[in-house]
């Protein structure tokens, strides 16, 4: 899983994508935040308000996401970003946090390169 959010801190997830084991696409989404993208996130991703003002909200693409991720394993590089931002996105729309046991890649690949 990866995701694009609104800015480094108190962010919202803004795009959002989960491949399988074999590399097919489950779920890819935009979505349109509650909050403004910050001009240093949009620097980086390249997704603007522009992008998503016919997107949805979160709480739309929230069912298949929730049943995409529910209760598995999900590998995330940066998991500790990743996986709190999905769940802070599910907040500000008053929905639970996603049930899911994430495994972050960048630590995986740290322990054996030595460096991420």
């Not at 097919?24 to 979505?31: G, W």
């Not at 931002?85 to 639970?96: D, G, H, I």
Request: aromatic share 12%; glycine share 6%.
């Amino acid at each position: 899983m990866d995701t694009e959010t609104t800015d480094l801190y108190d962010a919202e997830v803004i795009e959002v994508a989960v491949i399988d084991g074999q590399g097919e696409t489950l779920l890819h989404r935009r979505v349109r935040p509650v909050h403004c993208i910050a001009y240093d996130a949009a620097a980086v991703h390249g997704i603007t308000a522009d992008l998503l003002r016919d997107a949805p909200d979160f709480r739309v693409i929230y069912p298949d996401l929730r049943r995409v991720l529910d209760g598995g394993y999900v590998v995330i590089y940066n998991a500790d970003f990743d996986a709190p931002m999905l769940n802070r996105s599910a907040e500000l729309w008053s929905l639970p946090a996603f049930p899911m046991q994430p495994y972050c890649a960048m630590l995986a690949y740290a322990a054996y390169y030595g460096d991420w």
